[in-house]
C-alpha cells in the first residue's frame, strides 16, 4: 500500500452520499426500510443517508448499531490519520437484541442497508453479512417458516470501497445490492473524525488531494464550461515549467470523469505523474469518455461537451507527446 494517506472531509462524505442515493436510485430500485450500522465510521454517513432517504419518500428509516472491530487498537493507532493494523479476526462489540424481550423489531421480510464508511479487506463486511444471515434464519425457524422464506434482503452502502483484491467474498445476492459512493485507490482514508488536531486544516488538505477533486466531480453536474475545455488548448506551455498545466486540467477531468465513475486512479496518473504517465492517463480517460459518449443517460449537451473535450484532449497529447 502506498504510504500517503487520503484527508478525507465532512463535506466530501456529505456530497458522495447525495450523488450516490441518485446514481443508484437508492429509495427507489433497493429502498430499505432498515439500516444496519456498523459502528463506528458507519454511524455518521448512516445517519446522513436517512437525511436523503427521507427526503425522497418522507419516511425516517430506523438505524439499529452493530459494533465490529477488525483493526489493532493500538495507542496512537486510529488517532490522526496513523494506519492502524488488521487483526485477523472480526470481533463483535456490540449486536443487534432482536430477539430480546423488550425488542419490538423483526429482521423478517425486511430490506436492509448494512452502512459502513469503508470496504477494505472485505472481512468485516463479509462477517456482518454471515452473522445477519444466521439471526434471519433463526427467526425464521422460530416463526416456522423455510430458510430463505421470509425474503430478507440484504444490501450494502459504503461510502468509499478501497479497489484492491478482497480477501473475502460477499454473497451473490448480496452484491446485487452493493452500493459504494466512491472507489479510492488503496491509501489509507484519514477521516474527519479521526482528526484531533486542527479540522479547519484537515479539511484543507482534503481540497488538496486529487481524491478530493475527484470526489467533488461526483456531486456536480456532469458539464464543463467551455473555458474549461479551451484551457486545455494551452495546457503545453506550462508543461515544460513543471506540472503546473495538469493543475489547471484537473478539475475539468474531476469534473467529467468523476460524475460519470471513471477511476480515480486515472485522474490520479493525469495529475501527478511525468509528462508520459500523464499522457497515458489523458489516453484513458479519452477511451473512457468515448465509452460513456452516445450513452442514453447523456444530454445532448453532455455528449458535445465529452466529443469536444476528447478532441482537445487528442490535441493535448499530440502536442505534447515527447
Ligand atoms: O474491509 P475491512 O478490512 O474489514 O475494514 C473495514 C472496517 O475497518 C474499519 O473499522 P475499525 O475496526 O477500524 O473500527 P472503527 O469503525 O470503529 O474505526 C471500518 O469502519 C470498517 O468497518
Ligand atoms: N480510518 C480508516 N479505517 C480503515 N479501516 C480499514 N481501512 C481504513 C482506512 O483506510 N481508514
Not at 488517532?79 to 429482521?107: C, H, M, R, Y
Not at 459512493?181 to 486529487?210: M, N, Y
Not at 497515458?280 to 465509452?291: P, Q, W
Request: glycine share 8%.
Amino acid at each position: 500500500m502506498a504510504s500517503n494517506k487520503l484527508h478525507i472531509s465532512y463535506n466530501q462524505i456529505h456530497q458522495l452520499i447525495d450523488y450516490a442515493v441518485k446514481r443508484f436510485h437508492l429509495g427507489d430500485d433497493y429502498s430499505p426500510d432498515l439500516m444496519i450500522a456498523i459502528g463506528g465510521g458507519g454511524f455518521i454517513p448512516a445517519r446522513i443517508l436517512r437525511s436523503f432517504l427521507k427526503a425522497k419518500h418522507g419516511r425516517n428509516i430506523p438505524i439499529q448499531a452493530i459494533g465490529l472491530s477488525l483493526y489493532e487498537e493500538l495507542p496512537n493507532a486510529g488517532q490522526d490519520g496513523v494506519p492502524e493494523i488488521p487483526g485477523v479476526q472480526v470481533t463483535k462489540t456490540q449486536w443487534l437484541n432482536f430477539g430480546g424481550a423488550d425488542s419490538l423489531v423483526s429482521l423478517l421480510g425486511r430490506k436492509i442497508l448494512i452502512v459502513d464508511e469503508v470496504d477494505d479487506s472485505r472481512k468485516t463486511l463479509v462477517y456482518a453479512v454471515a452473522e445477519l444471515l444466521k439471526d434471519i434464519r433463526a427467526q425464521e425457524i422460530q416463526a416456522g417458516m423455510n430458510p430463505g422464506e421470509s425474503n430478507t434482503e440484504i444490501g450494502i452502502f459504503v461510502v468509499y470501497n478501497k479497489d484492491k483484491p478482497k480477501a473475502e467474498e460477499l454473497p451473490e445476492a448480496v452484491m446485487r445490492h452493493y452500493y459504494p459512493a466512491a472507489t479510492t485507490p488503496d491509501r489509507w482514508l484519514f477521516f474527519p473524525w479521526d482528526c484531533t488536531t486542527d479540522i479547519g486544516v484537515h479539511t484543507e488538505l482534503s481540497k488538496q488531494d486529487i481524491y478530493g477533486t475527484v470526489g467533488e466531480g461526483w456531486h456536480r453536474q456532469p458539464s464543463v464550461s467551455p473555458e474549461q475545455i479551451e484551457s486545455l488548448k494551452d495546457a503545453n506551455v506550462t508543461l515544460v515549467s513543471g506540472f503546473v498545466c495538469l493543475a489547471r486540467i484537473r478539475e475539468p477531468l474531476g469534473l467529467v470523469g468523476g460524475y460519470w465513475g471513471m477511476d480515480p486512479e486515472i485522474i490520479f496518473q493525469v495529475s501527478a505523474g511525468s509528462p508520459r504517465t500523464a499522457i497515458r492517463g489523458i489516453l484513458a480517460m479519452c477511451d473512457f469518455l468515448a465509452k460513456l459518449r452516445g450513452s442514453p443517460e447523456l444530454s445532448d449537451e453532455t455528449n458535445s461537451q465529452i466529443t469536444l473535450f476528447i478532441e482537445r484532449a487528442n490535441i493535448w497529447v499530440r502536442i505534447n507527446n515527447i
